[in-house]
């Protein structure tokens, strides 16, 4: 019997405010355990919780930025449940009113996926496992969380990453965390099912708990789904349960069964009225978004940029701002997206290159490709140029003339250079009268690095022939 998985996924986004959700204290990563802790975080008697306007309103981006129904009420409740990492032994989180509902999120590869709901919550504290003991970091306790919650559309374990990535492309592009998956900053339960083929129903499901890795996630899903699978295959039921996922040896294990929503006695939560949400400030943010990754895809994609190229542009804001400058500043499309995600991406990689913060101006780029494009510099020379500019900045035109890149078009001066590799490598000479063809690549080679790039490769290519002729 073939079965077909369901899958729905719970992302969690801890939000880059500059304090936690109810409390003044500082929401950052990395500070000494216990040290931004106060007694609102910690739930002591008597202390009392204080919305943070910031996390609202990155709350509500967010949401607008996934097409989302921004909600004219909305109000907190107390979801109770006790683990050590929750020092108050209650989450302040949202039930049945949320800051948005009703999303969608188009995939890179085409197709959509419904977000049933967004909304707005705390963090609990990081449990750590040392010599045989559990110790407890309450600085994370009260950081603001966003939980993104998709209806059970996705159906395959490459599309539960895809929708991932995606949400945390859109968080990135929109500035609401810094997405740091190494710090839990996105982490993702997922929801799954298996059942036959041309079925609606869903069958019980398992919830894989705390994914914080992309790789993860889909390993644990496309084990879950064969395991399921043939679990049903022998007759058997799959038990409705939470587990985790062993990475090293590749399986899940249960954890606990499975709660429901009665089991943690959800209530308004007392301390914090219900709000309302203005509709003109929701305008105000919806002005303000920007281009999106689908969007920026379907522009590039419009203009003839390769798929690859375009998956590369849109991977950041920043790449696709650079791109719009380049462009507007004169910039070939199809050339700035080459140049963008070759040579600059390499540059990036190598930490010598920032999008965010270019040295390397895109106008500068789009001079460099004119020079190129007319002649007056060669690719090789071009390469040279615009490591110099991403390292000091600086001018196109005064860069070349400065390190000696002008192309060099002088047909003697450019045969006496040829003279001298040929002079100099004359078994490559050899090999090349006697019909290698891999002697001609690399005289034409020699003859780029002596001139530092100066020279087009087909004029050197003509100049050795006409020699080796002679």
Not at 10 to 37: D, Q, W, Y
Not at 177 to 194: H, K, L, P, Q, Y
């Amino acid at each position: 019997m073939e079965f077909e998985t369901v899958i729905g996924l719970e992302v969690h986004i801890e939000l880059g405010t500059r304090t936690k959700m109810f409390c003044s204290c500082r929401n950052e990563f990395g500070a000494p355990p216990n040290t931004h802790i106060c007694p609102v975080c910690l739930g002591l008697p008597g202390a009392l919780p204080v919305p943070n306007a910031a996390a609202l309103e990155a709350a509500i981006r967010m949401a607008l930025g996934l097409g989302c129904r921004i909600a004219e009420r909305s109000k907190f409740d107390r979801k109770n449940y006790f683990y050590p990492d929750l020092p108050k032994g209650y989450q302040i989180s949202q039930l049945d009113e949320p800051i948005g509902a009703h999303g969608q999120v188009e995939l890179p590869a085409g197709g959509a996926v419904r977000v049933a709901r967004v909304q707005l919550e705390e963090d609990a504290g990081k449990l750590q496992h040392e010599a045989g003991t559990a110790v407890v970091d309450f600085n994370r306790a009260g950081v603001p969380l966003l939980e993104i919650v998709s209806e059970p559309d996705l159906r395959s374990a490459q599309d539960a990453r895809a929708y991932w990535e995606e949400i945390r492309r859109i968080a990135l592009y929109l500035g609401v965390t810094d997405a740091r998956m190494e710090e839990g900053s996105v982490r993702a339960d997922a929801n799954i099912s298996v059942r036959p083929v041309g079925s609606d129903v869903l069958n019980p499901r398992v919830e894989i708990k705390n994914m914080n890795s992309f790789r993860f996630l889909e390993r644990a899903l496309a084990y879950e789904a064969q395991r399921q699978a043939e679990i049903y295959r022998q007759g058997g039921q799959v038990a409705q349960e939470t587990r985790g996922w062993d990475d090293p040896r590749g399986a899940t294990y249960p954890q606990r069964s499975k709660e429901e929503a009665q089991d943690y006695r959800y209530f308004p939560e007392p301390d914090l009225r219900p709000f309302a949400i203005d509709a003109g400030r929701v305008q105000q943010l919806r002005a303000g978004l920007p281009q999106l990754p689908a969007a920026r895809r379907a522009q590039l994609l419009v203009l003839g940029v390769a798929d690859e190229q375009v998956r590369l542009i849109a991977e950041s804001q920043a790449r696709g701002a650079y791109f719009d400058a380049a462009t507007a500043a004169g910039a070939d499309p199809l050339e700035a997206a080459k140049w963008i995600t070759g040579e600059l991406a390499r540059l990036e990689n190598e930490g010598q290159f920032d999008f965010e913060a270019p040295k390397a101006l895109p106008a500068e780029l789009a001079q460099l490709l004119r020079q190129i494009a007319e002649g007056a510099l060669t690719q090789a020379s071009g390469k040279q140029v615009l490591a110099v500019l991403a390292a000091e900045g600086g001018t196109v035109l005064r860069t070349a003339e400065r390190l000696g890149l002008v192309r060099l078009d002088d047909r003697d001066a450019v045969r006496a250079e040829v003279q001298a590799v040929l002079q100099q490598e004359q078994k490559a000479v050899e090999d090349l009268r006697a019909g290698k063809e891999k002697a001609m690549s690399f005289l034409v080679g020699q003859v780029m690095r002596r001139t530092r790039g100066r020279v087009a490769p087909d004029l050197a290519r003509t100049m050795i022939e006409e020699e080796v002729g002679r």
